[in-house]
């Protein structure tokens, strides 16, 4: 199998200290500062963040006193925000003086200088600012992949990525072993399940822009949370309960994120109608899909926080429909299996337990073997998006969709009663970039209230 060639800028070099390695049992010889506290503090602090920089593990949080993380060998991180946390670190990387009149007084720092450092530019800009750790590869703002080791994308988008160089296949045969053997109602649900797919590998990108994934089907172990597992890749992902009520599905939802960091999708189960309703709805839904910077808080839940959207919301269910709202912002694959489920043979094994886990990174190589290829053509826009109003500069999902298509199928929405017909040949892009043959314009119905 091929493997495309991508051109990247060149890596960051980290100088890594000199340590000396220790003969017998003396101790490392580490490095040399003089701390004179007739200087001003922000020239000792200066100095001092400059020499800890130079380790390469030691990162400024982003954030207004967000303080230091320092990153294991193994990607794993610990927070640096107070003396206590500051001090060991100083007692293994540095041989401090603390000159007083010009008179060695000492080589402990006081925990008032640690705490103030740890909330100063002077100290804290001498560091490279990071605002996510990842084990996966991203896409930064111009499409880059990032390389392993620290990526400046500009603010919000400065990652430290901790894991193996991304590989990229030009081939799309895993993908179509899988979408072949998974029972999508029309073209256009096999097209959106792999343009929420694409979505999930830029969530970085389109804060409060991302679609919700609406995966629906017409009978149970149909294949929704399979679907949903393709289309979050290599990304974490976390799953709740629906709750009929704001307010519980708010906490449940805070709760995930806050006990799952790293997750970069999040599954709202079995979603079902509430007998007194006659359509499954969320304000805090909708508000949470289109807001660039979400306040999450729900008592109970840990303290408040605002975080930029970088989550995939995803909804599976097979009982009535989603309101309007909620429709509007999705992006809908419904599955329509034929005969008795269990009686079913896949050439490829079981597709959730053995075949995806088994091709889970190769599916990714493939899918940036996508976005390479449409690199490679000159990054052309979808400019014939036409979705219930998508069009409109300043519709949250515009860019998405610009960028990777999307298109409805007729019969989700012709149990709504919904009539006016419109063509959305969004798909036409994804298709083209996947090496595959256009598929025939569907027409979709719009959703409309019964």
Same mark, same amino acid.
């Given at each position: 199998m091929s493997q495309l060639s991508v051109v990247r800028d060149d890596p960051i070099e980290i100088e890594e200290p000199q340590f000396q390695a220790p003969e017998g049992n003396s101790p490392p010889k580490l490095p040399q500062l003089a701390w004179d506290e007739g200087d001003p503090a922000a020239t000792n602090y200066r100095k001092f963040g400059a020499l800890l920089a130079k380790a390469g593990d030691l990162f400024c949080r982003s954030g207004h006193d967000g303080g230091l993380l320092l990153v294991r060998h193994d990607g794993s991180t610990k927070s640096i925000t107070n003396a206590?946390?500051?001090?060991?670190?100083?007692?293994?990387?540095?041989?401090?003086?603390?000159?007083l009149d010009g008179k060695p007084k000492g080589s402990k720092l006081s925990a008032a200088?640690?705490?103030?450092?740890?909330?100063?530019?002077?100290?804290?800009?001498?560091?490279?600012?990071?605002?996510?750790?990842?084990?996966?590869?991203?896409?930064?703002?111009?499409?880059?992949?990032?390389?392993?080791?620290?990526?400046?994308?500009?603010?919000?988008?400065?990652?430290?990525?901790?894991?193996?160089?991304?590989?990229?296949?030009?081939?799309?045969?895993?993908?179509?072993?899988?979408?072949?053997?998974?029972?999508?109602?029309?073209?256009?649900?096999?097209?959106?399940?792999?343009?929420?797919?694409?979505?999930?590998?830029?969530?970085?990108?389109?804060?409060? =822009? !991302?679609?919700?994934?609406? +995966?629906? /089907? $017409?009978?149970?172990?149909? =294949? !929704?949370?399979?679907?949903? +597992?393709? /289309? $979050?890749?290599?990304?974490?992902?976390?799953?709740?309960?629906?709750?009929?009520?704001?307010?519980?599905?708010?906490?449940?939802?805070?709760?995930?994120?806050?006990?799952?960091?790293?997750a970069g999708v999040l599954v709202i189960e079995n979603a079902r109608l509430d007998r007194r309703d006659n359509t499954i709805a969320s304000a805090f839904i909708e508000r949470f899909a289109t807001d660039p910077q979400p306040f999450l808080f729900s008592t109970g839940t840990g303290p408040a926080t605002r975080r930029r959207n970088d989550i995939v919301l995803a909804i599976s269910t097979n009982f009535g429909s989603v309101s309007e709202d909620i429709l509007n912002r999705s992006l809908p694959i419904h599955l329509d299996p034929v005969g008795h489920v269990s009686e079913r043979t896949s050439p490829i094994g079981n597709p959730k337990l053995e075949f995806l886990p088994q091709n889970r990174e190769q599916i990714a190589a493939e899918l940036r073997g996508m976005v390479e290829r449409w690199k490679e053509a000159g990054s052309p826009l979808d400019r014939d998006v036409r979705w219930r109003g998508v069009h409109r500069a300043g519709h949250p999902l515009r860019a998405r969709r610009l960028a990777v298509g999307s298109r409805r199928g007729s019969a989700h929405r012709g149990r709504a009663g919904g009539l006016p017909v419109l063509e959305h040949p969004g798909v036409q892009q994804i298709s083209q970039f996947a090496g595959l043959p256009p598929p025939p314009r569907l027409l979709y119905r719009c959703h409309r209230k019964p």
């Amino acid at each position: 199998m091929s493997q495309l060639s991508v051109v990247r800028d060149d890596p960051i070099e980290i100088e890594e200290p000199q340590f000396q390695a220790p003969e017998g049992n003396s101790p490392p010889k580490l490095p040399q500062l003089a701390w004179d506290e007739g200087d001003p503090a922000a020239t000792n602090y200066r100095k001092f963040g400059a020499l800890l920089a130079k380790a390469g593990d030691l990162f400024c949080r982003s954030g207004h006193d967000g303080g230091l993380l320092l990153v294991r060998h193994d990607g794993s991180t610990k927070s640096i925000t107070n003396a206590a946390d500051l001090a060991p670190i100083i007692v293994d990387r540095v041989a401090l003086t603390i000159y007083l009149d010009g008179k060695p007084k000492g080589s402990k720092l006081s925990a008032a200088h640690m705490n103030a450092m740890l909330k100063t530019d002077a100290f804290l800009s001498q560091f490279d600012v990071v605002d996510q750790i990842s084990k996966v590869a991203r896409y930064l703002p111009d499409f880059r992949l990032t390389d392993p080791g620290y990526n400046d994308g500009g603010p919000d988008q400065r990652y430290l990525f901790v894991g193996e160089p991304p590989q990229v296949y030009d081939s799309m045969d895993r993908i179509n072993a899988f979408l072949d053997v998974m029972d999508f109602e029309s073209q256009a649900d096999r097209a959106n399940a792999l343009g929420a797919a694409l979505t999930v590998l830029h969530r970085n990108h389109w804060p409060g =822009g !991302k679609p919700i994934i609406l +995966a629906t /089907a $017409s009978k149970s172990h149909a =294949g !929704k949370d399979t679907v949903i +597992a393709f /289309a $979050s890749g290599e990304t974490e992902h976390c799953s709740i309960s629906y709750q009929g009520t704001n307010w519980a599905l708010e906490r449940s939802f805070v709760g995930a994120l806050y006990h799952n960091s790293d997750a970069g999708v999040l599954v709202i189960e079995n979603a079902r109608l509430d007998r007194r309703d006659n359509t499954i709805a969320s304000a805090f839904i909708e508000r949470f899909a289109t807001d660039p910077q979400p306040f999450l808080f729900s008592t109970g839940t840990g303290p408040a926080t605002r975080r930029r959207n970088d989550i995939v919301l995803a909804i599976s269910t097979n009982f009535g429909s989603v309101s309007e709202d909620i429709l509007n912002r999705s992006l809908p694959i419904h599955l329509d299996p034929v005969g008795h489920v269990s009686e079913r043979t896949s050439p490829i094994g079981n597709p959730k337990l053995e075949f995806l886990p088994q091709n889970r990174e190769q599916i990714a190589a493939e899918l940036r073997g996508m976005v390479e290829r449409w690199k490679e053509a000159g990054s052309p826009l979808d400019r014939d998006v036409r979705w219930r109003g998508v069009h409109r500069a300043g519709h949250p999902l515009r860019a998405r969709r610009l960028a990777v298509g999307s298109r409805r199928g007729s019969a989700h929405r012709g149990r709504a009663g919904g009539l006016p017909v419109l063509e959305h040949p969004g798909v036409q892009q994804i298709s083209q970039f996947a090496g595959l043959p256009p598929p025939p314009r569907l027409l979709y119905r719009c959703h409309r209230k019964p």
